[in-house]
């Protein structure tokens, strides 16, 4: 049997490359808010946008990163202890003007984590977890304003479909928990019944026995079957709440 040759290593190009890196939009519910995690510019001389709030994230390593995933997935672990989120690729961002250092291209994701135990700021005082809405508000370096704005859309319009408010709670969580967290992150709150069936229905959820739910009463406790993906469902939830919606 022939065998394969490895092709040989091509050329670099002649012309300039851009800067890449890859920026993550980190989201939990904790008291009761949709928040997301910021970082602190370091203020130093030379430093682009110095002591502004950022989105986590940072440049590609191509001597380490084997592809944009990976390198999200880097990101999180060195700036906020963060190793195995939900983590969607966003969009892509790039002009010559965006980074003051060069040609900038970033790739964005948006990572889904239960909240922290201490319900502190990621584990260094250059972090802190914002509520959304008042992040939406602040000057945020580079571009990361017109990123936020996106993941938080999408978020927002994937959630009337899918499960993924399950990646927010730990685990075990009660039905009640979940339908909390759906209504944080919409906005607006659902019917209990409704709810219970969707969430059923779905079969995406395991039982794991009972736990102490609200008001210290037992309730049935959920572990997700599958982290790798969110379940999808046949219609959105506003088109359930209101029928003359579009599915």
């Keep these: 049997m022939a065998t394969r040759k490895t092709p040989a290593r091509a050329a670099p190009p002649s012309f300039a490359r851009p800067l890449t890196t890859v920026d993550v939009a980190v989201f939990t519910v904790m008291e009761e808010q949709l928040r997301v995690l910021l970082v602190r ?11 502004r709030l950022a989105l986590p994230g940072g440049f590609v390593d191509v001597d380490i990163d084997a592809s944009l995933h990976d390198c999200a997935l880097r990101k999180l672990a060195e700036k906020t202890a963060f190793h195995a989120p939900y983590l969607e690729q966003l969009g892509s961002w790039g002009s010559a003007t965006r980074d003051p250092r060069g040609w900038c291209a970033t790739h964005a994701y948006f ?3 239960a909240a922290p135990a201490d319900e502190g700021a990621a584990d260094n005082t250059a972090s802190e977890w914002v509520e959304v809405e008042a992040a939406l508000r602040k000057r945020l370096a580079f571009d990361h304003a017109d990123i936020l704005a996106c993941a ?3 978020l927002r319009g994937k ?3 899918t499960s993924l408010p399950a990646f927010l709670l730990q685990e075990p969580f009660t039905l009640p928990q979940l339908q909390r967290t759906y209504e944080i992150v919409l906005g607006r709150p ?3 019944s409704a709810f219970r069936k969707r969430m059923l229905d779905a079969a995406f959820l ?4 009972p736990i102490s739910g609200d ?3 037992a309730a049935m406790g959920y572990r997700v079957r599958d982290r790798e993906r969110a379940a999808v469902f046949p219609r959105t939830f506003r088109s359930v709440e209101n029928p003359n919606a579009k599915a």
Excluded: I, N, Q
Excluded at 206 to 209: D, K, N, R, V, Y
């Design 152 to 154: 938080v859309e999408r």
């Design 159 to 161: 959630v009337e479909y």
């Design 190 to 192: 659902m019917d209990k």
């Design 111 to 113: 990572a889904l984590v």
């Design 215 to 217: 008001a210290g009463r």
């Design 206 to 209: 395991a039982e794991e026995g």
């Design 41 to 51: 510019r370091p203020d130093s001389t030379g430093e682009p946008f110095p002591g």
